[in-house]
């Protein structure tokens, strides 16, 4: 006798389809996200796999809630203003912000060096908020960029805070190279990440982007750790022995913060 199924086990057609095609939406925002380009369909077809047919569907009703962007001469796409307002609103609802922008600013203050606010998303940090310094020319905003944990100073502190084993099942087992100096291999970010354990801070030296130096601490109030500070320092214009003050000043500041917003009642 053939065994009778239950309906309820198992997810009505247009249901299944329906949370396809939102999976598919967010597939598509996020390859956009990852991409500074203007995309047509043959390039998303190309990134997603997506058939044209629901790439078109999905185009059309992204463009239509304002997610999407068109270049009408071109017929290609790019994000929409409606990414930016939610992206804002995360920052906006995070107890945390208002508080690191206060430290981010005495960082900058005490260091003249650029300051970062960043956390931990699985293998990448992302930057929550910056202050550049007074003699910067970098005049795009860092917010919302993500970089590589082991390839930055942010992201070592933080995964500094995990265990070997937590380390070895969250990282894959060849690591990306953003320049020549950036950590490749498991071995050399384990040790790595044992030197951060004993100084309190981490730092790299134009391993994810030439021509700067980084330190960053982490912001004590969680546990693991998710959130860290750094300071950017331009590489021939500091000292080991400058990278090391302003090192022990982060390690200094965060630990402040942490305290404030465990009293604040921040997690």
């Not at 629901?54 to 790019?78: C, F, K, P, V």
């Not at 951060?196 to 030439?210: P, Q």
Request: proline share 4%.
């Amino acid at each position: 006798m053939a065994q009778k199924t239950d309906p309820a086990a198992a997810p009505a057609p247009a249901e299944s389809a329906g949370v396809k095609s939102a999976r598919r939406a967010i597939d598509l925002i996020e390859t956009f996200a990852a991409n500074d380009v203007w995309l047509s369909l043959s390039d998303l077809h190309a990134r997603t796999g997506f058939p044209r047919s629901s790439l078109h569907g999905l185009l059309r009703t992204l463009l239509d809630a304002g997610w999407l962007e068109a270049d009408a001469n071109s017929a290609r796409y790019r994000l929409g203003v409606r990414a930016l307002i939610c992206g804002t609103a995360y920052l906006d609802r995070d107890a945390i912000v208002p508080y690191a922008t206060e430290a981010l600013e005495r960082i900058r203050e005490k260091t003249g060096f650029t300051a970062h606010f960043a956390r931990r998303n699985g293998t990448e940090v992302v930057y929550l908020e910056t202050r550049e310094s007074q003699h910067s020319t970098h005049l795009i905003s860092r917010v919302g960029r993500t970089l590589p944990t082991h390839a930055t100073a942010l992201g070592k502190a933080l995964l500094a805070e995990l265990t070997h084993e937590e380390v070895e099942a969250l990282m894959p087992e060849e690591l990306v190279a953003l320049t020549p100096n950036t950590i490749t291999t498991l071995d050399a970010l384990h040790a790595d990440l044992a030197r951060t354990r004993e100084r309190g801070y981490a730092a790299e030296i134009e391993e994810g982007t030439l021509g700067v130096r980084c330190v960053a601490a982490v912001i004590p109030y969680r546990i693991p750790g998710t959130d860290a500070m750094s300071c950017s320092m331009p590489l021939g214009k500091v000292t080991d022995a400058d990278v090391e003050r302003v090192g022990e000043l982060l390690a200094e500041t965060t630990a402040e913060l942490g305290q404030q917003l465990r009293r604040a009642g921040i997690r």
